[in-house]
């Protein structure tokens, strides 16, 4: 059984910084993608960021230049470190694995961008 546990949500001030870490349990396969989605209040689930295990990242433009996404394959461990965040940022983010055809999802951890 694939398990998701993210940590590292929070609230933080416009312009400040936080690092979502995401571990995967279970039976993983070595070949995956893992990424973060995030929900704002009110709107359908986006894509921030995604990275393969073989290191190929892919990014939206909203968070391009301000979020990187990293993993340790070790760990089986994917980090979301996000900069210079905008109120707009504010949403559940979800940890999410791709693997062999299936998703698998996070439980989410809120992020809160608010003076």
């Not at 973060?36 to 968070?63: C, F, M």
């Amino acid at each position: 059984q694939v398990q998701l546990v993210e940590s590292g949500g929070g609230l933080v001030q416009p312009g400040g910084s936080l690092t979502l870490s995401c571990t995967a349990s279970g039976n993983i396969f070595s070949i995956n993608v893992m990424g973060w989605y995030r929900q704002p209040p009110g709107k359908e689930r986006e894509l921030v960021a995604s990275i393969h295990s073989r290191g190929s990242t892919n990014y939206a433009d909203s968070v391009k230049g301000r979020f990187t996404i990293s993993r340790d394959n070790a760990k089986k461990t994917v980090y979301l470190q996000m900069n210079s965040l905008k109120p707009e940022d504010t949403a559940v983010y979800y940890c999410n694995l791709q693997m062999l055809g299936i998703n698998y999802w996070g439980q989410g951890t809120q992020v809160t961008v608010s003076s």
